[in-house]
């Protein structure tokens, strides 16, 4: 299977030094890789924008004279959801980390100067989530049937966390949407962990520290049994380095402030949903 990569960057010199360095052995993948890339954000759209055209992993620069990366992986979002979106950053401020996890859902924040290793074993996972969809015929579904209900896990402290945000998704319901969602509170991580056992998690919500584990090591670890679950972090201090941990380690789907305004939440949970079914379906049963 051939990986195919962007490489957007308005300075060529990036551009040569991203490409000598994935094209140099160790080879990436089965079949190698093919990569294409543009210094202009709007012509790289362009090309995506065409019938036929297939990006497995997109690599963009964070500032560009045109177009910043954000945007430009949100464009890619809608283009081509299945992309692995790894944003190339030298310096980036905490509005600009929110951004690449909440517009842009980036999968990766790859620092300048990058090392070899980490750049090729970003691009190698990426392969093998490629070849895993491939296997499993990974397509746009629904995510339950109308007899099974979405099953949501709330992991935090109950009276500032999981009860609060308990009844606000229970009084909400996305635009258009008929799924029941079937709410499960935990106030550990060690309970969650073994909650899941029986009933499989489509959303998670992890305060960002919990008595007994981080909530990044919880939605890391959800991530490894449930690769499918969409991870949502809460958290009432948020950082630049926990948003940059959020991305590069356990794969957040998005950082939610406490306290949130119940006003987004809908909008929240319409997007999670959406993202969900275009995972497709996982197994019900707990990776080990």
């Given at each position: 299977m051939v990986c195919r990569v962007l490489i957007v960057a308005d300075d060529p010199g990036v551009i040569d030094a991203l490409r000598r360095e994935l094209l140099r052995p160790p080879h990436i993948g089965i079949d190698g890789i093919e990569i294409q890339s543009f210094t202009s954000p709007t012509e790289a759209l362009t090309h995506l924008a065409r019938a036929g055209a297939v990006c497995d992993v997109a690599i963009v620069d964070y500032r560009m004279p045109a177009m910043?990366?954000?945007?430009?992986?949100?464009?890619?979002?809608?283009?081509?959801?299945?992309?692995?979106?790894?944003?190339?950053?030298?310096?980036?401020?905490?509005?600009?980390?929110?951004?690449?996890i909440n517009e842009a859902r980036a999968d990766h924040?790859?620092?300048?100067?990058?090392?070899?290793?980490?750049?090729?074993?970003?691009?190698a996972l990426a392969v093998h989530q490629r070849q895993l969809a491939a296997g499993h015929?990974?397509?746009?579904?629904s995510v339950v049937d109308a007899h099974q209900p979405l099953n949501v896990l709330l992991v935090g402290d109950p009276a500032h966390l999981s009860s609060p945000l308990a009844q606000a998704l229970g009084a909400q319901a996305p635009a258009g949407k008929t799924l029941a969602l079937k709410?499960?509170?935990?106030?550990?991580?060690?309970?969650?962990?073994?909650?899941?056992?029986?009933?499989?998690?489509?959303?998670?919500?992890?305060?960002?520290?919990?008595?007994?584990?981080?909530?990044?090591?919880?939605?890391?670890q959800l991530r490894g049994r449930f690769p499918h679950a969409v991870r949502i972090l809460v958290s009432g201090n948020v950082g630049l380095n926990l948003v940059a941990d959020t991305i590069s380690i356990a794969g957040v789907y998005h950082v939610l402030p406490n306290?949130?305004?119940?006003?987004?939440?809908?909008?929240?949970?319409?997007?999670?949903?959406?993202?969900?079914?275009?995972?497709?379906?996982?197994?019900?049963?707990a990776r080990p």
């Open positions: 910043d990366g954000i945007p430009f992986l949100a464009c890619l979002r809608d283009l081509q959801p299945q992309a692995v979106r790894i944003l190339l950053t030298g310096t980036i401020d905490l509005e600009g980390a929110l951004g690449a924040l790859l620092a300048k100067p990058w090392f070899e290793y980490d750049l090729k074993g970003r691009v015929g990974n397509k746009p579904s709410i499960r509170c935990a106030a550990l991580a060690a309970h969650a962990l073994q909650s899941v056992h029986e009933h499989a998690p489509d959303l998670v919500f992890a305060n960002d520290t919990l008595i007994d584990m981080e909530g990044i090591e919880l939605l890391l306290p949130w305004q119940d006003n987004d939440l809908p909008v929240l949970l319409g997007e999670a949903l959406r993202y969900r079914a275009l995972l497709g379906p996982q197994s019900r049963e």
